[in-house]
């Protein structure tokens, strides 16, 4: 029996989760229930975190693979389709109350989180031959098994929570894909760092005196460098630290650095 | 070769060194060196020769490849400056001695404390 380290999601992990959850849940609710309502996402490790949140059932009410660990599920409860029901009230569904979910209803339900699930990983998938359109059957046992690197979510949206979870490979590349790609704080630090300024300077040599000789030096002296006349030149920055080698010529009526190394 | 077990054991001759607590007081009466450079004369200093700088942005520097040519700020018959620990010491002109550069002095920059 292989047996493999158990991978808790750390609390950066989880930020980066829930901020690209975050951007899925909002272009997916602003297509469903317009910018009036609003979306709210939490990440937290997997493991054990199904079992009594709210909309979660024995069988996801939408999943989507792209095959091995890279699945999405959505868990759904009843009260999640009268939600759906109000917000597209004015395309002739109707919630009933004393049957609940009428077949139109329970179709745009279905239809409404496949939506969410594939923007999660990112496009339709491509169900393969075994699995209906509507992806593979995962569990909750199943979910609560796949602990291991996998992540699970909450979207509170117009005081209905959803229940999702994630397979590890999917909450690998969405930490991955931020990790690669920043586009908040650091990047934008990068940005100004290369446009900030430094300052160089380009040295012809050295020379070592001792205290007496330097203090005797006139007008008319000549100090002696340690660089041979075929020797490159450096550049240096403000500290004196090496950049590169290269030789001075003039270009323009000003001197010029020629880079060699 | 002293073995270990040997160099463990305590030599009767040597004897731990204590050190005493110096006390705080103001100090007082002549200058012990008063800025007699003879004391310090022989102690070697390097100086740098500096041909020109520019100033650039990162992006600039790290777009630097073999054969980029980097415009400095001096004009070609600007002097070269001596520098002592980043400071101007004295500036002068790029020559050629036998088979090695070497800077003429032309003039001794006088700053405080130099």
Redesign the interface.
């Known amino acids: 029996m292989s047996v493999s380290p158990f991978k808790l999601l750390n609390e950066s992990e989880l930020l980066q989760i829930k901020s690209s959850l975050q951007q899925s849940v909002d272009r997916w609710r602003g297509e469903w229930f317009g910018d009036s309502v609003e979306a709210r996402v939490a990440a937290m490790p997997a493991s054990g975190r199904l079992a009594g949140m709210p909309g979660a059932s024995e069988e996801a009410s939408q999943a989507r693979s792209l095959g091995g660990e890279k699945w999405v599920a959505a868990f759904a409860g009843r009260r999640f389709s009268a939600v759906l029901a109000v917000a597209l009230g004015g395309r002739g569904l109707e919630w009933e109350r004393s049957s609940g979910a009428t077949p139109l209803v329970r179709d745009a339900t279905d239809r409404c989180l496949a939506a969410l699930c594939d923007e999660i990983v990112g496009g339709p998938a491509d169900p393969g031959p075994q699995e209906e359109a509507k992806g593979p059957v995962i569990s909750l046992r199943d979910a609560l098994r796949a602990g291991s690197g996998a992540a699970a979510a909450a979207v509170e949206l117009a005081g209905e929570r959803l229940s999702l979870f994630l397979g590890r490979e999917l909450v690998r590349g969405m930490i991955t894909a931020r990790r690669t790609a920043p586009r908040g704080g650091l990047a934008i630090r990068a940005q100004s760092i290369r446009k900030g300024k430094v300052r160089v300077r380009v040295v012809a040599g050295s020379a070592e005196l001792d205290v007496s000789a330097l203090c005797s030096v006139a007008p008319g002296d000549v100090i002696l460098l340690d660089t041979g006349l075929d020797a490159p030149f450096g550049l240096v920055n403000a500290k004196g630290v090496a950049l590169a080698r290269g030789y001075l010529g003039t270009r323009e009526g000003r001197k010029a650095f020629q880079l060699t190394s | 070769m002293m073995s270990s077990q040997q160099s463990e054991k305590p030599n009767p001759l040597a004897r731990q060194v204590r050190l005493q607590e110096v006390p705080e007081e103001e100090p007082k009466g002549k200058e012990v060196l008063s800025g007699n450079?003879?004391m310090?004369?022989?102690?070697?200093?390097?100086?740098?020769?500096?041909?020109?700088?520019?100033?650039?942005?990162?992006?600039e520097?790290?777009a630097?490849?073999?054969?980029?040519?980097?415009?400095?700020?001096?004009?070609?018959t600007?002097p070269?400056e001596?520098l002592?620990d980043?400071k101007v010491i004295?500036r002068?002109n790029?020559?050629?001695?036998g088979?090695?550069?070497?800077?003429?002095?032309?003039?001794?920059v006088s700053a405080p404390g130099l």
Do not use: P, R, Y
């Open positions: 450079l003879q310090i004369k022989d102690v070697k200093v390097k100086v740098m020769v500096c041909v020109g700088g520019a100033e650039l942005t990162v992006e520097l790290f630097l490849k073999d054969d980029s040519v980097l415009k400095l700020e001096s004009a070609t600007d070269v001596i002592l980043g004295a002068g790029l020559v050629a001695v088979d090695n550069f070497g800077v003429s002095v032309t003039e001794i």
